[in-house]
C-alpha cells in the first residue's frame, strides 16, 4: 500500500476525459432522442386507453375501434425526434398529453426561436443558428411563422389596464423606416414612459402614426385614459413641445401641469444661433434648469436675455415664449428635477429600439415593427421591475 500513488482530483477527470469519445455530446443527444420518443408513444398509448375507458363509462357503448397508427416527427430541444407512432381511433376527439395537435416544434424551442429574433437576430440567421443547435433545418418560413405569433401578445399589451400609479408621464417620438403599399416610408412612434408613486419606470404605450398630428397623440392619449390612467397622482407630464401633442394633453388632462424638454428646447434655440455664438450662448441657457429654485431660475433667465437679446433675438424668443412650461419642473421635489426636466428617459429607450433595429435595416411591414418594438419596451420593462428609482417613492 505504501507504493501506491494517489492522483489529484483534477488528474483524473483529464484523464478520464480523454478517454471519453469524441462523439460524446452527439452519442448523448442520440440517446435522448431515443428515450424521449420511446416516452412520447408510451403517453400516447396511456392516454388512449384512459379516453376510450372513459367515453365507455360516460356513453355506455362498446363502439370504440382502434384504427391503426400514423407517425409523426417533433423538432424538441434535444433535435428532432421522427417517426413518432401515434395510435389513434376512428372515432374523433382523442387528444394526447405528449404535443399539441399540428404541432411540429416543443414549446421551448419556440420561445428560443422568438428570443433570438428578439434580439436582433434576422430571420434567415435565426434558422441557421438553430439548425445547428438543434441538428435539423428550421427554414426561414418556419421562423417567420413562429415570430408572428407574438402579434397575439402585441395586442393584449395595447388593452392592459393601467393602474393610475403615475406620478410622472413623459411622452415623445421616435420615426423609423417601414416598408408598406411597395414603398419605404417614415412612420412616427408615440410612446408613453412613466414613473409610479413607488419609483417605479414603465414604458406603458406605444402607437405607430405618420406623424404627430393631434389626431395622432389623442388617440394615444385616450388610450392611457380609457386604460385607468387617470391622472389623479400626476404632478408633471414631460413632452417634446410638440403642438399636436399638447392640444390632445389639453382635452385629456387639462389639469396636469405641462415641463417642456429641456433638452429639445435647447436644440431650438440653437438653430437660431450663429455657429461662433453656439456654445457659449447654450452654456449660459443651461444655468437657468440647474437654479436651486423657480425665483433663482427668473433671475438668471433676465441675465441670459439682457446677454443675448440683441445678438441672437430670436433665439431668445424661442426660450422666452415657452419659459413658464419650462420652469413648472421647479414645482415639483428638487431630488426629482434632473430626470423630469428632458424626455431623455424615453430617448434612450430609442437608442435601444435603434440597437436592436439596426440589422433589419427596415421594416417589412407595420405588424413586424409592432412585434419588435413591443418586444424591446417588454424587455425593457423586465429588467426595470426590480430596480426602482431612488428618491422617487412617496413613501420613502
Known amino acids: 500500500m505504501e507504493n501506491v500513488r494517489?492522483?489529484?482530483?483534477?488528474?483524473?477527470?483529464?484523464?478520464?476525459?480523454?478517454?471519453?469519445?469524441?462523439d460524446f455530446w452527439q452519442d448523448t443527444r442520440l440517446h435522448m432522442r431515443s428515450?424521449?420518443?420511446?416516452?412520447?408513444?408510451?403517453?400516447?398509448?396511456?392516454?388512449?386507453?384512459?379516453?376510450?375507458?372513459?367515453?365507455?363509462?360516460?356513453?355506455?357503448?362498446?363502439?370504440?375501434?382502434?384504427?391503426?397508427?400514423?407517425?409523426r416527427s417533433l423538432v424538441t430541444q434535444f433535435?428532432?425526434?421522427?417517426?413518432?407512432?401515434?395510435?389513434?381511433?376512428?372515432?374523433?376527439?382523442?387528444?394526447t398529453r405528449a404535443f399539441k395537435r399540428y404541432h411540429r416544434y416543443e414549446d421551448i424551442v419556440e420561445d428560443l426561436i422568438q428570443d433570438i429574433f428578439l434580439a436582433g437576430v434576422s430571420t434567415r440567421r435565426v434558422g441557421d443558428a438553430i439548425s445547428k443547435l438543434l441538428d435539423t433545418k428550421v427554414s426561414h418560413a418556419k421562423v417567420?411563422?413562429?415570430?408572428?405569433?407574438?402579434?397575439?401578445?402585441?395586442?393584449?399589451?395595447?388593452?392592459?389596464?393601467?393602474?393610475?400609479?403615475?406620478?410622472?408621464?413623459?411622452?415623445d417620438a421616435i420615426t423609423l423606416k417601414i416598408r408598406y403599399n411597395g414603398k419605404y416610408r417614415n412612420r412616427k412612434i408615440l410612446v408613453a414612459y412613466g414613473i409610479t408613486v413607488f419609483g417605479e419606470r414603465r414604458l406603458i404605450a406605444f402607437a405607430q402614426a405618420k406623424?404627430?398630428?393631434?389626431?395622432?397623440?389623442?388617440?394615444?392619449?385616450?388610450?392611457?385614459?380609457?386604460?385607468?390612467?387617470?391622472?389623479?397622482?400626476?404632478?408633471?407630464?414631460?413632452?417634446?413641445?410638440?403642438?399636436?401633442?399638447h392640444s390632445a394633453l389639453g382635452i385629456v388632462y387639462p389639469h396636469v401641469p405641462l415641463q417642456r424638454c429641456w433638452a429639445h428646447k435647447l436644440r431650438n434655440v440653437s438653430n437660431y444661433l450663429k455657429?461662433?455664438?453656439?456654445?457659449?450662448?447654450?452654456?449660459?441657457?443651461?444655468?437657468?434648469?440647474?437654479?436651486?429654485?423657480?425665483?433663482?431660475a427668473l433671475s438668471i433667465f433676465k441675465a441670459w436675455k439682457k446677454k443675448w437679446f440683441n445678438k441672437a433675438p430670436r433665439a431668445v424668443h424661442c426660450l422666452e415664449k415657452d419659459l413658464e412650461e419650462l420652469l413648472n419642473v421647479?414645482?415639483?421635489?428638487?431630488?426629482?428635477?434632473?430626470?423630469?426636466?428632458?424626455?431623455?428617459?424615453?430617448?434612450?429607450?430609442?437608442?435601444?429600439?435603434?440597437?436592436?433595429?439596426r440589422v433589419f435595416t427596415c421594416f417589412t411591414n407595420l405588424k413586424s415593427c409592432e412585434r419588435i418594438i413591443y418586444a424591446i419596451f417588454t424587455h425593457l420593462n423586465n429588467n426595470w421591475k426590480e430596480r426602482p428609482i431612488k428618491n422617487f417613492t412617496q413613501f420613502s
Open 211 to 245: 406623424g404627430e398630428s393631434f389626431d395622432a397623440w389623442e388617440g394615444l392619449v385616450n388610450n392611457l385614459y380609457n386604460r385607468g390612467l387617470k391622472g389623479d397622482n400626476l404632478k408633471l407630464v414631460t413632452t417634446d413641445g410638440s403642438k399636436g401633442l
Open 275 to 296: 455657429k461662433i455664438y453656439q456654445d457659449e450662448c447654450i452654456n449660459d441657457a443651461r444655468n437657468i434648469y440647474l437654479a436651486q429654485s423657480k425665483y433663482q
Open 144 to 171: 417567420s411563422s413562429i415570430t408572428r405569433r407574438l402579434d397575439v401578445k402585441v395586442k393584449e399589451f395595447h388593452k392592459t389596464p393601467i393602474l393610475d400609479e403615475y406620478q410622472y408621464l413623459f411622452l
Open 79 to 95: 433535435g428532432l425526434v421522427n417517426d413518432i407512432k401515434v395510435l389513434r381511433l376512428r372515432s374523433s376527439g382523442f387528444r
Open 330 to 357: 421647479f414645482q415639483c421635489p428638487k431630488n426629482h428635477w434632473k430626470k423630469i426636466r428632458t424626455t431623455n428617459v424615453i430617448e434612450r429607450s430609442f437608442r435601444e429600439v435603434r440597437r436592436r433595429t
Open 35 to 71: 428515450l424521449l420518443k420511446e416516452l412520447m408513444e408510451s403517453t400516447v398509448k396511456t392516454d388512449l386507453e384512459l379516453y376510450i375507458e372513459q367515453e365507455k363509462e360516460q356513453k355506455d357503448t362498446e363502439e370504440l375501434y382502434r384504427n391503426g397508427h400514423y407517425t
Open 6 to 22: 494517489l492522483l489529484p482530483q483534477g488528474k483524473i477527470l483529464q484523464e478520464w476525459w480523454q478517454e471519453v469519445n469524441k
